[in-house]
DNA sequence: AATGAATGAGGATTCATTCAT
DNA sequence: GATGAATGAATCCTCATTCAT
């Protein structure tokens, strides 16, 4: 009569303090699949609940609603500067990985270009510095005179990130197959091979 | 126990039945501009009060959340209709038109493919017909064999309307002349050429 | 866009001055199947809209919420008067025709009784004169010395109209078949006597 | 865009988690008085007032309207059994205290048998385990051959219950004195007995 | 350091009632 | 007289955020 958690209980409890960085871990995993499912706007509590842990944590950890969503994305970005960091990393499989993410959640993805005017996230405060990181590791491993290479021009458009853009507009659908096949057509539209769409494997 | 008009304080204004048909534009002119800097979410009761006219109005045009933004759209839609209806309408100068709505509200023409997934929106309900409408428009001034011309085989991608996603993908930014910049630059790389940027003109 | 009768409408529309009395008596006809459905508290509207006038003509004819009911129990009682007054009326017969109209809607009957206490109607507003037109119908009819009979006490209870509010409070259920059977046994527990159950007939 | 409580404002007590298990029994007390008195449609935001908590406890412990009447009737229900547990338990004895609750607020009781076709409350839904429970322990200490003990006929009404809901339907009046007297002579008319009309005593 | 209850503002929605036409 | 649009108060419900334990 009392009790609701709805559903999307995980863990039996978790207390004790030094569950502190595995509180902060699972809060992360559980945002990342909430927002897969219900989108940025999901409530709070339904991440804290989902991880196992009280409202509070979830507070200790991420003072406002944008630093999970960063922590989110920041793991996402991560994941793309090592995939370009590896051996042989070449442009179309970097592109595979991002096209990956993108397909898990274009939302994400997009955080990178969102300049917020239309949404609650601001990612002018928000992401620009994991923008810049995933900008960096993708241009690093971008072909000499590539298409999307940026110009010599100093404020030219940065082609290669509006192309990453174009694409998480493309990729809308109720499966992920679906999701993914939209992404490798945008790509092929735009002239850009793409490597195997896949997670990085470290 | 029910409900009673304030106790007795004055009545404001009531322009009476009249105002009906001017009260609808108002309430969609308004949901436009709430739309445009607030976004999709914002809530309706500003609609209302920017519109000047009550909540009871709103709901009784617009009976749920997804009216009033289809009405919102289908004007979009419309003077799409209208461009490419024209006499020596191009397909550039379509693209022009189209350009100039995303560059107001990219969220806007995006609801044409959204799938609701994620949000409060559920194309498939709210716009269907209406995506089907603008597809008809644009695919009627396509010029034969364009590269964005549907092929033969029933059910490969569409990439007309595919196009128009990852433009409105590309269409963010705080300003629109940032807005526009990155549009055409959008265009620009997919190769395609699009007519002057601006509303269509009777 | 704009209309949403949901349901409801009966008549093409119904304008002219003329129609006034029409009016009424498709208001209190349409009341009264409004309640039975959907209970006292349907709103307002809903009865205007099945009986096909606006809003304001059931404000013209009942200036506030009760006075709309009363009109439908008063025809209720009309109904038992009748019947008492016929000419070979028995106890019986007439109880048959109140237990008619309570499996019709046990509300209305209730509301001769009601107090208000609990509910938005106040009886002793509502219904003083129609409670005593209805016991005093129902009284004339009564055989000397029938068990519910009033004694000679001044302020003794008033049986027969307790066992009125008694079989009103049984009769609940979905279907009217149901409600017939409750009232029925409930009538049977009290060892009365009771004729068809039936609507009177002039 | 979003909420925040007040801007800043001082926030009032958050007597904190060990108030939970009293709130709820506030809650559930308030709810009790302001049926009694305002009726089952009585708003919630009523009873959270009169609770002394925020709209929000209530929800937290009541999820929906049904959950905080069930409580209330679980109350009434769950001292019927133990009065009929009790070591010299009779059933004029179980009567008695059954009738007191109906003098309280024949509502609740009434609810046992309310198929809800008319109000929001879909007993169905919300007593009929209460339902069942009460009706056992009735029929526990009905003694045998009682003229209101269930006929051998498998599906033959149960005069027991229509008796409770009979006398419900009689329990009406502005003061408690009246409803009592008024209960008493509901069940005097049934020809049975009761004894002392009273809460039960532990 | 974690828990999860409490708070209350904010947004959605409904309807009684008025009133211009 | 009739129509039905407009008004806005009231209620429902949700959730961000705080804080006692």
Redesign the pocket.
């Known amino acids: 009569m009392?009790q609701h958690p709805t559903s999307d209980a995980r863990r039996p409890?978790?207390?004790?303090?030094k569950?502190?960085a595995g509180?902060r871990a699972a809060l992360v995993a559980a945002a990342r699949e909430i927002y897969a499912v219900h989108g940025l706007?999901?409530?709070?509590?339904?991440i804290?609940r989902r991880a196992?842990?009280?409202?509070?944590?979830?507070?200790?950890?991420f003072p406002?609603?944008d630093s999970i969503a960063s922590a989110v994305l920041e793991e996402n970005v991560r994941q793309v500067e090592e995939a370009a960091a590896g051996e042989g990393a070449s442009f179309a499989g970097v592109l595979g990985v991002v096209t990956w993410h993108l397909v898990q959640s274009a939302a994400f993805i997009g955080l990178l270009h969102a300049d917020g005017a239309n949404g609650r996230f601001h990612a002018h405060a928000l992401a620009p510095d994991l923008s810049e990181r995933f900008a960096r590791a993708l241009r690093g491993c971008l072909p000499d005179g590539h298409r999307l290479a940026a110009p010599d021009a100093p404020d030219a458009p940065d082609d290669l990130m509006l192309a990453v853009a174009m694409v998480s507009g493309a990729v809308i659908g109720p499966t992920p197959e679906e999701r993914e096949r939209r992404a490798l057509a945008a790509w092929r539209l735009l002239g850009i091979t793409v490597g195997p769409v896949a997670p990085f494997q470290g």
Do not use: E, F, M
Request: proline letters at 7%; zero cysteines.
């Open positions: 009392t409890a978790n207390r004790g303090p569950a502190a509180n706007d999901a409530p709070l509590s339904r804290a196992g842990v009280g409202q509070g944590v979830l507070y200790r950890h406002d609603r």
